[in-house]
């Protein structure tokens, strides 16, 4: 089974920071059928479900502004929020989905204002 | 418009039963892969179930195997949770989700809560 550890566990920043999150995969993440590494972010915000935001480690998804960005391979992968917005500050996941079992979560990591 | 809505969710006592329906809309079952996520109250994502969309192939989470079926309904554009044999530790809001074309899941439903207490 593969194990994905986000890291830090929570992070305190302020609007107009940069934010960077850390997902480290126990074995390599395998390509999906587009060749690119099946790892993806999602964000959310309480009460709410999650939203997809990169997919194949740095493709972002429909409607994500460019100040989300994605990357790694193999077991490192990292998202990074530049310039932080007041709607950024929610819990982030990383998922893979290219092994057995077919999908896994890490921990989430959650960011909020500081 | 893409959307999920689940119902079925609720309270049951330990060892029940209790089915739960995503009815989906703006798009065909039949053409995506849907899962099953689930979430305990404070807690992280944890992957559920998943089936092709043929519909002829589900895979379960190990902690849900031979307790949950995933079903769906393609007339109806429906897809079905049975739960049986339910324990507090399956207490969670369920999302279903679609799988984008990626293998991602690109939309999720509102969620149901299912509570499991005696």
């Known amino acids: 089974e593969i194990v994905l550890t986000q890291s830090p566990g929570s992070l305190s920043l302020s609007p107009g920071e940069t934010a960077t999150l850390s997902c480290r995969a126990s074995?390599?993440?395998?390509?999906?059928?587009?060749?690119?590494?099946?790892l993806a972010w999602y964000k959310q915000k309480p009460g709410q479900a999650p939203r997809l935001l990169i997919y194949?480690?740095?493709i972002r998804a429909t409607g994500i502004p460019d100040r989300f960005s994605g990357s790694g391979s193999g077991t490192d992968f990292t998202l990074t929020i530049s310039r932080l917005e007041p709607e950024d500050f929610a819990v982030y996941y990383c998922q893979q989905y290219g092994g057995s079992p077919e999908v896994t979560f890490g921990q989430g990591t959650r960011l909020d204002i500081k | 418009e893409v959307q999920l809505v689940e119902s079925g969710g609720g309270l049951v006592q330990p060892g029940g039963s209790l089915r739960l329906s995503c009815a989906a809309s703006g798009f065909t079952l039949s053409s995506y892969w849907m899962h099953w996520v689930r979430q305990a109250p404070g807690k992280g994502l944890v992957w559920v179930s998943r089936i092709s969309n043929d519909g002829n192939s589900m895979t379960y989470a190990d902690s849900v195997k031979g307790r949950f079926t995933f079903s769906r309904d393609s007339a109806k554009n429906t897809l079905y949770l049975q739960m049986n044999g339910l324990r507090a530790e399956d207490t969670a809001v369920y999302y279903c989700?679609?799988?984008?074309?990626?293998?991602?899941?690109?939309?999720w439903g509102q969620g149901t809560l299912v509570t499991v207490s005696s």
């Open positions: 194949g480690a740095a």
């Open positions: 074995q390599s993440v395998g390509s999906s059928s587009l060749g690119s590494s099946s």
């Open positions: 989700a679609r799988a984008h074309i990626s293998g991602s899941v690109d939309y």
